[in-house]
């Protein structure tokens, strides 16, 4: 009987100066006990810290783990769309999302992915039934509180943790949603990718996750990143609005 093939899945990971982290978080990830073709694909803004340096050591060892260094522009929104249009040269099965600080535990991957097979984008929730967000400043919480309903609010979407950049895709969802036509350069890329395949109809669902704060490294959200996202998800609503509403009618 021939062999069955596994399941290809890659794990994508944004990461600036996130040195202290990395190594261990690839290590955890390719240590999961998983029946998938599992690889890592890091896609580094030329940390200053020399995260990327650290990450293509491990590339000599061990063959599944890929990175991807931009010397130019930084945003965590342009280095997500590079890192979907690597990962789909490859196509995977699955492309699996995942912030670089511990905040997004491996542990949770296998629950992705176990959804991955009926849903089009399973989404690691800390806000449906058994999620948790833990460890988080009472600010830090105000401020998430703020943001996810007020783009909930402008989006009219039926997602409860709408900020979650911890999340699996079927290849199709991103082949399909035209990663060239996105206008994102800072994290609310994570909010417009949601946007459009919700307005494409591609099947979401939420799945609980227990998110913890960092433990190493600093956060790259500051007050003037949050405001520029929230700006930003105004524009791409006008934007897509009017283009899907036109094509629905
Ligand atoms: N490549 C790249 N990754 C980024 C950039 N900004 C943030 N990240 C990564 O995106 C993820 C989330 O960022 P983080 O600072 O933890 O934001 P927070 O979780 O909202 O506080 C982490 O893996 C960061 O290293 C950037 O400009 N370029
Ligand atoms: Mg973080």
């Given at each position: 009987?021939?062999?069955?093939?596994?399941?290809?899945?890659?794990?994508?990971?944004?990461?600036?100066?996130?040195?202290?982290?990395?190594?261990?978080?690839?290590?955890e990830?390719?240590?999961?006990?998983?029946?998938?073709?599992?690889?890592?694909?890091?896609?580094?803004?030329?940390?200053?810290?020399?995260?990327g340096?650290?990450?293509?050591?491990?590339t000599?060892?061990?063959?599944?783990?890929?990175?991807?260094?931009?010397?130019?522009?930084?945003?965590?929104?342009?280095?997500?769309?590079?890192?979907?249009?690597?990962?789909?040269?490859?196509?995977?099965?699955?492309?699996?999302?995942?912030?670089?600080?511990?905040?997004?535990?491996?542990?949770?991957?296998?629950?992705?992915?176990?959804?991955?097979?009926?849903?089009?984008?399973?989404?690691?929730?800390?806000?449906?039934?058994?999620?948790?967000?833990?460890?988080?400043?009472?600010?830090?919480?105000?401020?998430?509180?703020?943001?996810?309903?007020?783009?909930?609010?402008?989006?009219?979407?039926?997602?409860?943790?709408?900020?979650?950049?911890?999340?699996?895709?079927?290849r199709?969802v991103?082949?399909?949603?035209?990663?060239?036509?996105?206008?994102?350069?800072?994290?609310?890329?994570?909010?417009?990718?949601?946007?459009?395949?919700?307005?494409?109809?591609?099947?979401?669902?939420?799945?609980?996750?227990?998110?913890?704060?960092?433990?190493?490294?600093?956060?790259?959200?500051?007050?003037?990143?949050?405001?520029?996202?929230?700006?930003?998800?105004?524009?791409?609503?006008?934007?897509?609005?009017?283009?899907?509403?036109?094509?629905?009618?």
């Amino acid at each position: 009987m021939e062999k069955e093939k596994k399941k290809k899945v890659m794990v994508l990971i944004p990461t600036y100066n996130e040195k202290d982290n990395i190594q261990e978080l690839i290590n955890e990830i390719l240590d999961l006990p998983l029946n998938f073709d599992l690889s890592v694909l890091i896609v580094d803004d030329n940390s200053p810290d020399g995260t990327g340096e650290i990450a293509k050591a491990m590339t000599e060892r061990d063959k599944r783990i890929q990175v991807v260094i931009r010397m130019k522009r930084r945003g965590r929104g342009a280095a997500g769309i590079d890192g979907f249009k690597t990962a789909l040269k490859l196509k995977p099965d699955f492309v699996i999302e995942m912030d670089g600080d511990f905040s997004h535990q491996p542990r949770f991957i296998p629950l992705l992915l176990k959804h991955g097979e009926t849903n089009d984008i399973v989404l690691g929730s800390r806000f449906v039934k058994g999620g948790k967000d833990l460890n988080r400043s009472i600010l830090r919480k105000f401020v998430s509180f703020f943001a996810i309903n007020f783009v909930r609010y402008q989006l009219h979407i039926p997602i409860k943790d709408i900020t979650s950049g911890f999340r699996c895709f079927k290849r199709n969802v991103l082949e399909k949603v035209d990663l060239d036509d996105l206008i994102s350069v800072g994290p609310s890329i994570v909010q417009e990718i949601l946007y459009k395949a919700f307005l494409m109809n591609f099947k979401i669902k939420e799945v609980p996750i227990t998110f913890i704060d960092r433990k190493k490294g600093k956060t790259k959200l500051g007050l003037l990143t949050i405001i520029e996202t929230l700006i930003m998800i105004l524009k791409f609503k006008k934007i897509y609005s009017v283009s899907y509403l036109k094509n629905r009618v």
